[in-house]
């Protein structure tokens, strides 16, 4: 590619905040385990390099580009295949201004990037700047493509052609909410089951005080986050939409869709406003964007419901639940899945299956090489010990999972696993049981019950996000920006006085709509009778 051409790509890419990683590589013959072949030992060996994430927690001895895995690595599929490895550091916190620097060198650039944000994506693939990779993954990729599934891999075409390897997430459940159960017995009431009840709840809880907690208590903890708005606004929106008003009437903006223009989304927002104007949440919520004072609040015993995501507030870091049970004597929290809209649906959002994004750029003469490395990792043996290390020493099965051993040598081994491994989001065995099993293993086992209940909750009556065949350029010019808009107008419109409601959202919708929000719409509407003509 020339180089005029990446550095337009890196000007394009420096408006975007991201996460991105990359790796390059080249062999002479399928990814083995063994000895090379004949024809290796007579070519000199290639140099593939490998971007890592370098996060600053090597421990003594180590370092990101050297450490236990990527010695494994070298032993396992590079030196049989006559391939040299070198990993190029890429600091956490760094990860954008890193890659400008690496994509601005033209040949020199990595063999294989990865983002999160399909909109860099989009604007690779604009700009001519991916290798196409179905023939490769065809050829050289059989464990990859068996591992991911079709399903996955679909999210990595754009306008038809593979110009990304998705990587697998495996759980795809986002939310859950949480209730004072010993404030229900106090008050001896039941667990609420649709939005009416949990009003209901609310108040009783204001008005009668269950827990004691006296003029500090926060019926329903909120957080200006995702976690804690979606599961309220989405039971709103409504369900029986034409298929064009589904794909045109909502936005994605950054990872996430937003209904801003469905049917129902004005209606949730208004009840929030009934909320806050009642007293009844988080009076200090536009300020929580990270939900610290909301878990704060939580773990203080001040709060009588939350939404969060999925089984967060059980874990032992920041253990929510564990440092509320010692502040406060006798609390318990329930999983409970309490939003409902009139179809008695608890809608919720979920992930999509793909996690991040890897690419090949078009400069690179390494394509076929990539995709073998890939597939190494995707080999069934090989995908199991980079995630949990040697039995008996780092992990020991219990009911057909591998559970992590708590030792000095496990914390020096495994701190890299999870950015290694790239093709993953989370470990897959294969089962959904398994997999369900892996992830209460991994909580406290003094939860493990709720945490079951919260997989589930957050799993239950899921929609999806919806897709474009092509980028929505104007999604990805607006993306970031309008996120801060959309929640500009929540705040605005909670903290309207009830008979100024509807002058305050109407006029926070018409700024998000000028500041971009128009252009989305019109072109989404474009994309879909492009998508119907096809």
């Known amino acids: 590619m020339k180089k005029q051409t990446w550095n337009k790509l890196v000007a394009l890419s420096l408006t975007t905040a991201l996460a991105w990683g990359t790796l390059a590589g080249c062999a002479t013959s399928e990814p083995q385990t063994g000895g090379s072949t004949p024809e290796a030992k007579k070519k000199d060996p290639v140099t593939l390099k490998v971007e890592i994430f370098d996060r600053g927690n090597a421990p003594s001895g180590q370092s990101a580009t050297d450490n236990y895995w990527t010695k494994w690595m070298q032993e396992k599929f590079a030196t049989p295949n006559n391939i040299k490895l070198e990993y190029v550091p890429v600091p956490r916190a760094q990860e954008v201004q890193k890659l400008n620097v690496l994509m601005a060198s033209g040949g020199d650039a990595p063999d294989i ?10 604007n690779y693939v604009q700009q001519g700047g991916l290798a196409d990779i179905g023939q490769a993954l065809d050829e050289h990729g059989k464990n990859l493509k068996a591992f991911l599934g079709e399903d996955t891999l679909a999210y990595g075409k754009f306008n038809g052609v593979q110009y990304a390897i998705p990587a697998r997430r495996v759980n795809l459940g986002k939310y859950a909410s949480y209730v004072r159960q010993d404030w229900l017995e106090a008050l001896n009431m039941p667990v609420p089951k649709n939005t009416e009840e ?120 920041p253990g929510v639940y564990k440092v509320l049970q010692t502040n406060v004597k006798g609390a318990k929290l329930l999983p409970i ?38 597939d190494f990792m995707a080999q069934k043996d ?58 209460i293993k991994s909580l406290p086992p003094e939860y493990a019950k709720e945490g079951e209940l919260a997989r589930q909750i957050s799993l239950t009556d899921t929609e999806p996000q919806v897709r474009f065949p092509r980028p929505i350029q104007a999604e990805v010019k607006y993306g970031s920006s309008l996120v801060d808009k959309y929640y500009e107008l929540i705040v605005k419109s909670m903290l309207a006085k009830p008979a100024d409601f509807d002058k ?20 989404r509407k474009a994309a879909y009778q492009e998508m119907k003509k096809k």
């Open 113 to 122: 990037v990865f983002t999160y944000d399909s909109n860099l994506v989009n």
């Open 198 to 317: 949990v009003y209901a709840t609310l108040k009783a809880f204001k008005e009668k005080d269950p827990g004691k907690v006296g003029k500090d208590l926060i019926p329903l903890g909120l957080a200006l986050a995702a976690a804690s708005v979606e599961p309220i606004i989405w039971p709103f929106i409504k369900k029986d939409l034409t298929e064009e008003e589904k794909y045109t009437l909502r936005m994605q903006l950054g990872s996430n869709d937003y209904a801003v223009l469905t049917p129902g989304h004005k209606e949730a927002v208004q009840f929030m406003n009934k909320l806050y104007n009642e007293g009844l949440v988080s009076p200090d919520f536009a300020l929580d964007k990270d939900k610290k004072k909301m878990n704060q609040d939580i773990m203080t015993g001040k709060v009588g419901m939350f939404s969060e995501d999925s089984v967060n507030p059980l874990q032992a870091s």
């Open 337 to 374: 899945d309490p939003f409902a809209g009139a179809d008695g649906k608890h809608t919720k959002p979920k992930y999509m299956p793909a996690g991040m994004y890897i690419m090949i750029p078009k400069s690179s003469k390494n394509v076929k090489e990539a995709i073998q490395y890939l």
């Open 382 to 439: 090989n995908y199991f010990t980079i995630m949990n290390g040697e039995e008996g020493k780092n992990y020991k099965m219990e009911d057909g999972v591998p559970v992590r051993i708590d030792s000095q040598e496990t914390k020096d081994r495994m701190f890299i696993g999870g950015d290694f491994m790239i093709i993953s989001n989370g470990q897959d065995l294969g089962d959904e049981a398994k997999n369900s099993t892996l992830a």
């Open 504 to 523: 305050t959202y109407e006029q926070s919708l018409k700024d998000f709509m000028n500041s971009g929000g128009q252009e989305i719409a019109n072109e």
